[in-house]
């Protein structure tokens, strides 16, 4: 069974930037598509960035474009979401999911889902 560990949310104010990182253990997913998706206070689920088993393909959702970056390293187990210039409506708790499938913005498309970390940004 595959565990999923985010790390790296916290409080910064808006402009600032977080590196959200999730190291997956007890299978290798070089083969899954990577995703991160967030609930922001109040709201549901919903899809911030993805990525392809080998990096081949990146989606963003398009509020992220611009500022969030994703990226993998197969060796490593992890996935890492670059997130810069933040904003005040980015506050939401960030998860980091695994697809044994293509890239996709669905959540239904998850089968591994990490515990969840907070981020915080202050106008």
């Known amino acids: 069974q595959v565990q999923l560990v985010e790390s790296g949310g916290g409080l910064v104010q808006a402009g600032g930037s977080l590196r959200l990182s999730c190291v997956a253990s007890?299978?290798?997913?070089?083969?899954?598509?990577r995703g991160w998706f967030r609930q922001p206070p109040g709201k549901d689920v919903e899809f911030a960035a993805g990525i392809s088993w080998n990096g081949g393909r990146i989606h963003y959702a398009d509020s992220l474009k611009g500022r969030f970056s994703i990226s993998r390293d197969n060796a490593k187990n992890t996935v890492n979401l670059q997130m810069n210039t933040l904003k005040p409506e980015d506050t939401a708790v960030y998860y980091c999911a695994a697809a044994p499938s293509s890239l996709s913005t669905a959540a239904t498309a998850y089968d591994a889902w990490g515990q969840g970390t907070q981020v915080t940004v202050s106008s």
């Open positions: 007890g299978r290798a997913l070089r083969n899954y598509a």
